[in-house]
């Protein structure tokens, strides 16, 4: 006790934080790798995470100087008027501490086109990305598969129009099986799923990354995280965003 009232008394209360932080996901991320090996522990590919508001304020520091990842994909915004309430602080630090940042969107079908376009743009700014933008689609807002790509693809086209270059696009396997198989020719795709294999999608297309779990630890984020890697011969060449 007399130690630790000594230690407070000279170390600033967030410096004090900080640490009891480090050894805090220390022990549970030592804990994650024993009992099952986390890939990036165990192979060569080019590793990266995607972050918004739910992990909170991550300790940036930390995943620049301790962790195995060399990109990050934060969320900017969702449908036509929400803002991920972290991104101006996340691309701030992503890109201080070291990392190639890219910004997405989540697409809402419903949601007016050039509405959404407007919300993204004003986020994601051309001169801050080291990536090209990914548009994050999970559903089809209740809309037919034919009526759900209308409404997609002239957004894409938006996207692509505004920035010069096509988005990455991610998606679930499943959801690309049953509402956009063979329909994003040209499209580097990301693919969740969750499994110990790398995806295979109906129609065979290749796909550039895979986000193998929604479940991943690092130093500096107290709680789960998703973590992608590359497949074959992508790399972030492939996704790197060109300024003209």
């Not at 972050?51 to 995943?63: K, P």
């Not at 809402?108 to 001169?127: K, V």
């Not at 890697?229 to 992508?234: D, L, S, T, V």
């Amino acid at each position: 006790m007399y130690f630790c009232s000594q230690f407070c008394k000279f170390m600033p209360m967030k410096r004090i934080f900080f640490a009891i932080f480090l050894l805090f996901s220390a022990v549970v991320g030592g804990r994650c790798q024993t009992s099952d090996a986390l890939c990036e522990d165990t192979c060569s590919h080019i590793h990266g995470i995607d972050l918004s508001h739910y992990q909170g304020n991550v300790f940036w520091e930390t995943i620049g100087e301790h962790s195995k990842m060399a990109y990050v994909y934060l969320k900017a915004t969702e449908g036509g008027d929400r803002i991920d309430d972290k991104f101006e602080r996340n691309i701030r630090l992503a890109h201080r501490h070291g990392l190639k940042v890219g910004s997405y969107h989540f697409y809402r079908p419903r949601s007016d086109q050039e509405r959404q376009l407007l919300n993204f743009t004003t986020q994601c700014h051309a001169e801050e990305q080291d990536l090209v933008p990914m548009i994050d689609i999970e559903t089809t807002g209740g809309l037919s598969t034919d009526e759900f790509c209308d409404s997609l693809f002239r957004f894409l086209d938006l996207v692509e129009e505004y920035y010069d270059q096509r988005p990455l696009i991610y998606t679930y396997r499943n959801f690309y099986n049953k509402h956009l198989l063979g329909k994003l020719e040209g499209y580097r795709l990301m693919i969740a799923m969750y499994t110990e294999e790398e995806p295979v999608l109906a129609d065979g297309r290749d796909i550039a990354m895979w986000q193998y779990t929604g479940k991943g630890r690092i130093i500096g984020v107290s709680g789960f995280v998703d973590k992608s890697r590359f497949i074959g011969e992508y790399r972030l060449r492939d996704i790197r965003f060109v300024h003209k």
